[in-house]
């Protein structure tokens, strides 16, 4: 068989599922939210300005950094640790700064499992204005708490999230864990 032929192409397509077009519409939210951002607007920045944690849903503030819930999450409890200084990488920071992040890092985790028991987490960090949510000088770690079996395809297959919490409640369960 001629595998550059039209015929060879459609029998070889033809055994196996149609491609399926993902569409995460609810991703475009987030996307825009950015978009309409003040040039120079950095709400991580403004975010631990504000006295209300529970607004802002700080959970902690630490000396260089500090640990929010991730208002677009991919699972419940997911959580963000920001520095407060704003750079686009780890060696932009101080040993000191990048110490702390870590530390706030481990302590989003301990936190989680305190308060919601996950069975392992996905800790990653984003770096720049691509990933950093459209900001340039930027970084952030994401905490993700993870389940056997959980969810974590649901909004790219099933076009849903699947939150069991309401974040404001999820915000108050893991806040009783931080004192």
Not at 37 to 53: I, M, Q, R, V
Not at 110 to 118: E, F, G, H, N, V
Not at 130 to 155: Q, T, Y
Request: negative net charge; contains cysteine; aromatic residues 10%.
């Amino acid at each position: 068989m001629d595998l550059h032929s039209d015929s060879a192409h459609d029998n070889l397509l033809s055994n196996y599922p149609s491609m399926k077009h993902l569409h995460p519409y609810w991703r475009l939210e987030y996307i825009e939210s950015n978009l309409k951002e003040e040039k120079g607007s950095n709400p991580f920045k403004e975010l631990p300005n504000s006295t209300d944690d529970k607004a802002t849903r700080i959970l902690y503030r630490g000396p260089h950094s500090y640990l929010v819930l991730n208002i677009f999450p991919y699972n419940p409890g997911h959580l963000l640790a920001v520095p407060y200084k704003e750079v686009d990488s780890l060696e932009k920071l101080s040993a000191e700064e990048r110490a702390d992040l870590m530390e706030t890092v481990v302590k989003g985790q301990d936190l989680l499992t305190k308060a919601i028991s996950p069975q392992g987490f996905n800790v990653g960090f984003n770096f720049g204005c691509a990933a950093g949510a459209g900001i340039p000088k930027h970084l952030h770690c994401h905490i993700v708490p993870r389940w056997e079996g959980d969810s974590n395809f649901m909004p790219v297959i099933g076009q849903t999230r699947i939150l069991p919490s309401a974040l404001d409640t999820l915000w108050e369960r893991l806040k009783e864990f931080t004192d």
